[in-house]
């Protein structure tokens, strides 16, 4: 990891201090260098990309979407795509090392705020600092045009995936759906991105057919927006 010095450190504080009055989102206190570093990367980015503001075009009408059987298939960012809760998969819990990586990770806590990576490591101390990879992490989407996000972490493998874990794939959608009814939702993106080292093809195929399955199977009747880019 890079050795910041005091000098380093305090023009990254001013930076920080200077954007952040331009920001409408209240930062988290206690930042640590590398967050404070990230923020100001995300920043700079999101000032490339235009203002985070429905009137920019940035937000995706869903009422222009055509949905069949509640299902629809469009592309993408699914950070501009308006739901009650998006579904994203990932080996990371947090973010990216590299801030400027154009991930699905960066690109929830980009435009989602840091609010997202707080609300996620206070979920992974309470778990006892042990990442579950049988549990959806639910958090609010903040400035998402999601209201909630739900990751679910896909360990890293070598080679085919295993019945063990297209099953533990198969329960944390179950764990999602649940969720879903529980709290009457009525719309769920899903974004179809997954880690590199997963057949995406395959992984896709998986999750949009178990998504159908358990629509129906719960009785929710919400719809589903799959997100692909």
Same mark, same amino acid.
């Given at each position: 990891?890079?050795?910041?010095?005091?000098?380093?450190?305090?023009l990254i504080d001013?930076?920080?201090?200077?954007?952040?009055?331009?920001n409408?989102?209240?930062?988290?206190?206690?930042l640590?260098?590398?967050?404070?570093?990230? #923020?100001i990367?995300a920043y700079?980015?999101i000032r490339?990309?235009?203002?985070?503001k429905e009137?920019?075009g940035n937000?995706i009408?869903? $009422?222009n979407?055509?949905?069949?059987?509640n299902?629809?298939?469009i592309?993408?960012n699914?950070a501009?795509?308006? $739901?009650?809760?998006?579904?994203?998969f $990932?080996n990371n819990?947090?973010n990216? $090392?590299?801030?400027?990586?154009?991930?699905?990770?960066?690109?929830?806590?980009?435009?989602?705020g840091?609010?997202i990576?707080?609300?996620l490591?206070?979920i992974?101390v309470?778990?006892g600092?042990?990442?579950?990879y049988i549990?959806?992490?639910?958090?609010?989407?903040?400035?998402?045009?999601?209201k909630?996000?739900?990751?679910?972490?896909?360990?890293?493998?070598?080679?085919?995936?295993s019945?063990? #874990?297209?099953?533990?794939?198969?329960?944390?959608?179950?764990?999602?759906?649940?969720?879903?009814?529980?709290?009457?939702l009525k719309?769920? %993106?899903v974004?179809?991105?997954?880690? %590199?080292?997963y057949d995406?093809?395959?992984?896709?195929?998986?999750?949009?057919?178990?998504c @159908?399955?358990?629509? @129906?199977?719960?009785?929710?009747k919400a719809?589903i927006?799959?997100?692909?880019n």
């Amino acid at each position: 990891m890079y050795e910041y010095t005091k000098q380093d450190i305090e023009l990254i504080d001013n930076l920080l201090e200077m954007l952040s009055k331009d920001n409408e989102q209240k930062l988290p206190k206690n930042l640590s260098i590398e967050d404070k570093r990230f #923020f100001i990367d995300a920043y700079i980015l999101i000032r490339s990309c235009g203002d985070f503001k429905e009137n920019d075009g940035n937000i995706i009408d869903i $009422s222009n979407i055509k949905f069949r059987k509640n299902t629809a298939t469009i592309n993408g960012n699914i950070a501009f795509v308006p $739901s009650d809760l998006a579904v994203v998969f $990932s080996n990371n819990l947090l973010n990216n $090392s590299n801030p400027l990586d154009c991930c699905i990770d960066n690109n929830i806590i980009k435009y989602g705020g840091l609010q997202i990576k707080e609300d996620l490591s206070k979920i992974f101390v309470e778990n006892g600092q042990v990442l579950s990879y049988i549990i959806p992490y639910i958090v609010n989407g903040y400035n998402l045009a999601c209201k909630r996000v739900a990751k679910m972490l896909m360990p890293v493998i070598s080679g085919e995936m295993s019945v063990e #874990f297209k099953n533990t794939l198969i329960y944390n959608l179950e764990k999602v759906f649940d969720y879903a009814k529980q709290n009457n939702l009525k719309t769920i %993106s899903v974004n179809l991105e997954f880690p %590199s080292c997963y057949d995406n093809k395959l992984v896709t195929h998986l999750v949009i057919e178990e998504c @159908k399955r358990l629509n @129906k199977t719960k009785k929710l009747k919400a719809k589903i927006i799959f997100v692909s880019n």
